[in-house]
């Protein structure tokens, strides 16, 4: 159970701590602007049966593709983020690596790396930079749910499902537990890791 002793913050950065994880794009405030461009005729074909797919617009299904480039593929080679498909990383988190091993790797390297990745690609270090961070970061190997436990309180609660073993969860835990008390100064953080979810509850 979470302590209530939390000294917590003004109800708008609360706000944009919800929309750091409802919508990564939530808190950017831009305009838009006009451009034309001449793009390949496949291409746009491409893109539009995605956005009927996902009920969404062409101009908004382009926009996400792009801000995702910009905020997330342009940067992540630059620290050294490389993909790796879903059944090797299940192999080595699950068959490979002890628990021993994935407590000294998450502590002695990760959380480090982590750390310092999350601040050049966001260009700056917060609970809300960090948790659209991690959100990007989750997306492509975990489903994400968040709940507000009290709103008085300002607790929330954050559960990723995945099918890739508790020693994938354990390793997230450790390291977002160091970002959010060593780097944040969040205290008041719980996490479980299972087999196939990792759940955070944090007051703010």
């Known amino acids: 159970m979470l302590r209530d002793n939390v000294n917590c913050q003004t109800p708008s950065e609360f706000q944009e701590v919800l929309s750091a994880l409802n919508d990564k794009n939530a808190t950017i405030k831009t305009k838009g602007i006009t451009k034309s461009f001449r793009l390949d005729e496949d291409i746009i074909s491409k893109i539009e049966q995605h956005a009927r797919n996902n009920n969404t617009s062409l101009n908004g299904e382009i926009n996400s593709i792009l801000r995702k480039y910009v905020e997330w593929d342009m940067l992540a080679s630059k620290v050294g983020m490389i993909p790796l498909a879903r059944p090797i990383l299940s192999e080595i988190f699950q068959n490979i690596m002890t628990k021993e091993q994935v407590n000294e790797l998450a502590n002695n390297v990760a959380k480090n790396v982590i750390r ?57 835990k450790l390291v977002i537990m160091h970002i959010f008390s060593e780097v944040l100064g969040i205290t008041n953080i719980e996490a479980e890791a299972s087999n196939t979810m990792l759940t955070l509850c944090f007051k703010y």
Do not use: P
């Not at 990745?117 to 960090?130: N, V, Y």
């Open 116 to 172: 310092e990745a999350a601040h050049f690609m966001k260009g700056s270090l917060t609970l809300e930079s960090f948790l659209s961070w991690l959100k990007t970061r989750m997306e492509n190997c975990s489903n994400i749910n968040y709940t507000i436990e009290n709103n008085t309180l300002r607790a929330i609660k954050i559960i990723f499902k995945h099918d890739l073993g508790e020693n994938w969860s354990l390793y997230h």
